[in-house]
């Protein structure tokens, strides 16, 4: 079995009284992207400390690529990081930012052109980063943490403030360093977009772990719905009625019924409507999105 990019158990972290992360537990494979997600205040980014080597933990456990996390020295040349925006300085190019950047960690300067290219920012690289868009200044920030050839890349909110456009921007290298092989570790708020190209997900609450594993397995526990919509909303109580009779409970909304019911119900509600006379103008079986089951697993966390 391949060594996990990063492995947590039972890490904890205190301050004072404040127990900002609880026995967190949770493995991340490699060669994946990885969502990291939770309220404000749930312990996320004392959790990427604590794996950066930036804080010690109170108690528990971690390894990244193998190494334990008490000794970064052992795995930091291996992981590349941007927490809370890059920071370059303003008069210089971007191509003279990456090059200080590597020259103070004694990585071939070559490597910095090829970054740039890498993050769509070849042909800008000798313009100065002041004159840099937020998107392309967040792209130059993921090509200083790519310098050091990284396994894994951690990013805390890597599209905060970026327009759409942006986005796609930052989604699409994400997706390209993951089929390059680099495990991608993400926290970010903007759960549509990790839906998109998140392969795993850690998900906590209150500095507790709620879910950790395969996106497709966090999506499946949620409650199936399908919604009927019959050609004419007169038939809307009737197809209510027909539904109830099976045992399901149904919701009228509008011009649609509502049924919370496995999607292998939708061929015996098909039936059922067409033998009640019955035209159906729509049947679609319908799973929660991300952003729905994460507020539904994190609602009493306020």
């Known amino acids: 079995m391949d060594t996990p990019a990063i492995s947590v158990s039972n890490l904890s972290k205190k301050y004072g009284d404040v127990l900002a992360v609880n026995d967190a537990s949770f493995d991340v494979p490699l060669g994946t992207i990885c969502g990291f997600v939770g309220p404000n205040g749930s312990g996320k980014t004392t959790t990427i400390r604590m794996l950066l080597g930036l804080i010690k933990p109170t108690h528990g456990s971690g390894s990244i690529i193998g190494k334990p996390i008490n000794h970064p020295d052992k795995y930091l040349h291996?992981?590349?990081?941007?927490?809370?925006?890059?920071?370059?300085?303003?008069?210089?190019?971007?191509?003279?930012?990456?090059?200080?950047?590597?020259?103070?960690?004694?990585?071939?300067?070559?490597?910095?052109?090829?970054?740039?290219?890498?993050?769509?920012?070849?042909?800008?690289?000798?313009?100065?980063?002041?004159?840099?868009?937020?998107?392309?200044?967040?792209?130059?920030?993921?090509?200083?943490?790519?310098?050091?050839?990284?396994?894994?890349?951690?990013?805390?909110?890597?599209?905060?403030?970026?327009?759409?456009?942006?986005?796609?921007?930052?989604?699409?290298?994400?997706?390209?360093?993951?089929?390059?092989?680099?495990?991608?570790?993400?926290?970010?708020?903007?759960?549509?977009?990790?839906?998109?190209?998140?392969?795993?997900?850690?998900?906590?609450?209150?500095?507790?772990?709620?879910?950790?594993?395969?996106?497709?397995?966090?999506?499946?526990?949620?409650?199936?719905?399908?919604?009927?919509?019959?050609?004419?909303?007169?038939?809307?109580?009737?197809?209510?009625?027909l539904i109830n009779k099976t045992g399901h409970q149904a919701i009228i909304e509008s011009d649609h019924v509502r049924v919370d019911a496995d999607e292998s119900f939708a061929v015996q509600l098909n039936k059922i409507a067409f033998e009640g006379g019955i035209v159906l103008a729509q049947l679609t079986p319908v799973r929660a999105s991300l952003e729905e089951t994460f507020f539904k697993m994190t609602e009493d966390s306020e």
């Open 78 to 241: 291996e992981v590349g990081a941007m927490i809370e925006g890059p920071a370059f300085y303003p008069a210089l190019s971007g191509l003279e930012n990456l090059k200080l950047l590597a020259k103070l960690g004694g990585i071939p300067l070559s490597r910095c052109q090829e970054l740039l290219e890498l993050v769509d920012l070849g042909d800008r690289g000798k313009d100065k980063y002041k004159t840099y868009s937020l998107g392309m200044k967040q792209r130059l920030g993921i090509a200083a943490a790519l310098l050091p050839n990284p396994k894994l890349l951690i990013l805390d909110e890597p599209t905060n403030g970026l327009d759409p456009s942006g986005i796609q921007e930052v989604r699409d290298l994400l997706e390209k360093l993951a089929s390059e092989g680099v495990t991608v570790f993400v926290s970010s708020h903007l759960l549509s977009e990790l839906e998109m190209i998140s392969k795993y997900l850690v998900m906590l609450r209150k500095g507790e772990v709620v879910f950790a594993g395969p996106m497709q397995e966090l999506l499946h526990r949620s409650k199936p719905t399908i919604i009927a919509k019959p050609s004419t909303i007169n038939s809307l109580n009737y197809l209510a009625e």
